[in-house]
């Protein structure tokens, strides 16, 4: 049985998340927020052992504390590497917001698209979701979908920063609307939802869902 707890920090109210079992064991969903209120988090549940942080993209705002949390806590880092270039830039330009040092994380791993982590023996998927950044991903692990800034409660990423494709979008939101079954939705920002309350009341999936489906007839 997995459970989640939400951390809301930073400039931009991002949220990053502690994913945790009954067996002191987690791993944590991006890491823009101030490191404190996540080692305060990993002490008040008790947890152990942090086995992986995983970023949703690599925006400043979601990566910021990444190598300061993963240097403390001994652990990797998976980002997918299309962002690779986005996170390095996007960090440092986050040190003027966040009026602090931006410190690389030494233990970086470059994801491939669709790539599956292991935490202990449960599967935690990686979707490549491409369109609010090239690289962002959505991570499906029991019924939690990490959704990043690709899918938030009643709207959807925006895709005018460098790299981004409302095309994409279409293509990743069509991808997440079909997977079987309900998700809690865990958005980069804002608070949850689920997937089947997405998709009857997030007007901009519904539209950009139908727009890639007719496009797609056209051709
Ligand atoms: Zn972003
Ligand atoms: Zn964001």
Known sequence: MLNYIKITGGPLYSNSYIVYNAR???FIVDAGVEPFKIYELINELNIDTIEFIVLTHGHFDHVFYAGKISEKLGV??????DDLEIFEYSAI?????YRDVFVKPRNLVLLGS?????FGDV??????????SPGSVCILVGNFLFTGDTL????????DLPGGSSRQLAFSLRKIAL???DYIIL???GEESSLKRELVENYYLKKLIEAHNTNHNKY
């Open 24 to 26: 002191g064991r987690g």
């Open 76 to 81: 990797d880092v998976y980002l997918h590497r």
């Open 93 to 97: 330009y986050g040190e003027y917001l």
């Open 114 to 118: 669709d790539s599956e982590l292991y």
């Open 123 to 132: 599967k935690v998927k990686i979707i490549h979701t491409p369109g609010h």
């Open 152 to 159: 938030f409660k009643g709207t959807v990423g925006r895709t």
């Open 179 to 181: 997977l079987p079954g």
């Open 187 to 189: 958005p980069g920002h």
